[in-house]
């Protein structure tokens, strides 16, 4: 799937500051790099770059850091009903808070559903890239197949390359799947396609069957580099900031109703770890290569067996 470039597919595709807060978002700027004509540099600084951390640890970090938030906003709700004078408790008081913060809980539930359903509907676009990527190697294969037995060594040399993928995917490290773009795998993929095109048709047959090839091949490229920007996570930071900001209210809110006691302390660090655990499968789920949370391999192994058959 992720192994072979088609040569004008590149640059058809083609054309650092670190930022640092609750997650990192660069879709946009790869998206951008691969329409601006500037792909071939964009591959050499990917290269160049130190290896991608494990987005698992960043994910962590980031749902310890909002159950932080929320369960240290409820305890500071806690505390300030001990202090706050009586008259600011009063039932009016308490009231108005219990509107503010009813706002507040509508939009902060309708943004955390928006996000999980963009995070599942990229998990779910790239497992079905993946599924149809798998039945096209299988309509590639089949296609040399028919040509003739010159096909034979490019053939085998698919299953190679194949196979190495689905080694750098199951793995599940972002290091791994850095290799997907270095320009070792960026040489095979255009050598892969350039052995394709130098076949030579003898008949009306074969020269559908290398056109037909070629455009398998350029179809396979496409997804390539469609699963390699989708690789990284799509949550915008502001917007992940706010959110946490707005559970963080609610909780203060939460503390600040109710007198402190082991009962309501307990319900709190389990209403936390909720929302945190939340938060920690977005993030997940946007990173559909790598992470805890990931796309099956299974159909491309399934097709690692029908190869070169």
Same mark, same amino acid.
């Given at each position: 799937?992720? !192994?072979?470039?088609?040569?004008?597919?590149?640059? $058809?595709?083609?054309?650092?500051?670190?930022? %640092?807060?609750?997650?990192?978002?660069?879709?946009?700027?790869?998206?951008?790099?691969?329409?601006?004509?500037?792909?071939?540099?964009?591959?050499?600084? +990917?290269?160049? %770059?130190? +290896?991608?951390?494990?987005?698992?640890?960043?994910?962590?970090?980031?749902?310890?850091?909002?159950?932080?938030?929320?369960?240290?906003?409820?305890?500071?709700?806690?505390?300030?009903? =001990?202090?706050?004078?009586?008259?600011?408790?009063?039932?009016?008081?308490?009231?108005?808070?219990?509107?503010?913060?009813?706002?507040?809980?509508?939009?902060?539930?309708?943004?955390?559903?928006?996000?999980?359903?963009?995070?599942?509907?990229?998990?779910?676009?790239?497992?079905?890239?993946? &599924?149809?990527?798998?039945?096209? #190697? @299988?309509?590639?294969? $089949?296609?040399?197949?028919?040509?003739?037995?010159?096909?034979? =060594?490019?053939?085998?040399?698919?299953?190679?390359?194949?196979?190495?993928? @689905?080694?750098?995917?199951?793995?599940?490290?972002?290091?791994?799947?850095?290799?997907?773009?270095?320009?070792? *795998? @960026?040489?095979?993929?255009?050598?892969?396609? %350039? $052995?394709?095109?130098?076949?030579?048709?003898?008949?009306?047959?074969?020269?559908?069957?290398?056109? $037909?090839?070629?455009?398998?091949?350029?179809? #396979?490229?496409?997804?390539?580099?469609?699963?390699?920007?989708?690789?990284?996570?799509?949550?915008?930071?502001?917007?992940?900031? #706010?959110? &946490?900001?707005?559970?963080?209210?609610?909780?203060?809110?939460?503390?600040?109703? *109710?007198?402190?006691?082991?009962?309501?302390?307990?319900?709190?660090?389990?209403?936390?770890?909720?929302?945190?655990?939340? @938060?920690?499968?977005?993030? =997940?789920?946007? *990173?559909?290569?790598?992470? !805890?949370?990931?796309?099956?391999?299974?159909?491309?192994?399934? *097709?690692?067996?029908?190869?070169?058959?």
């Amino acid at each position: 799937m992720l !192994t072979y470039a088609h040569g004008h597919q590149q640059s $058809r595709l083609a054309g650092p500051a670190k930022v %640092r807060a609750w997650t990192t978002s660069t879709t946009a700027k790869e998206t951008a790099c691969w329409t601006t004509g500037a792909g071939a540099e964009y591959l050499q600084a +990917q290269h160049a %770059r130190p +290896q991608m951390e494990d987005p698992r640890v960043d994910h962590l970090v980031i749902a310890s850091i909002v159950f932080a938030c929320v369960f240290g906003s409820g305890l500071l709700g806690l505390y300030l009903r =001990e202090r706050l004078p009586a008259h600011h408790l009063s039932d009016d008081s308490i009231g108005v808070v219990k509107l503010a913060t009813g706002l507040i809980a509508t939009m902060a539930a309708l943004v955390l559903g928006l996000l999980i359903s963009s995070a599942k509907s990229s998990f779910d676009t790239a497992n079905g890239e993946l &599924v149809q990527n798998a039945a096209t #190697v @299988i309509q590639l294969d $089949r296609v040399l197949a028919k040509y003739g037995p010159e096909t034979q =060594e490019i053939r085998a040399s698919l299953k190679r390359n194949y196979a190495g993928a @689905i080694q750098i995917l199951a793995s599940g490290d972002a290091a791994q799947l850095a290799k997907l773009n270095n320009s070792e *795998t @960026i040489n095979r993929s255009e050598d892969f396609e %350039r $052995r394709v095109d130098e076949l030579t048709p003898s008949n009306d047959t074969q020269r559908g069957l290398k056109a $037909r090839a070629l455009q398998l091949v350029d179809q #396979v490229s496409a997804a390539r580099w469609l699963a390699l920007l989708q690789a990284r996570g799509s949550i915008p930071t502001p917007l992940l900031v #706010v959110l &946490v900001a707005w559970l963080s209210i609610i909780f203060g809110a939460f503390g600040l109703f *109710t007198p402190r006691n082991g009962t309501v302390v307990a319900a709190m660090v389990l209403c936390a770890l909720s929302t945190s655990g939340a @938060i920690f499968m977005i993030q =997940e789920m946007s *990173t559909p290569l790598s992470g !805890t949370v990931r796309v099956s391999v299974a159909p491309m192994r399934d *097709t690692l067996g029908r190869l070169d058959q």
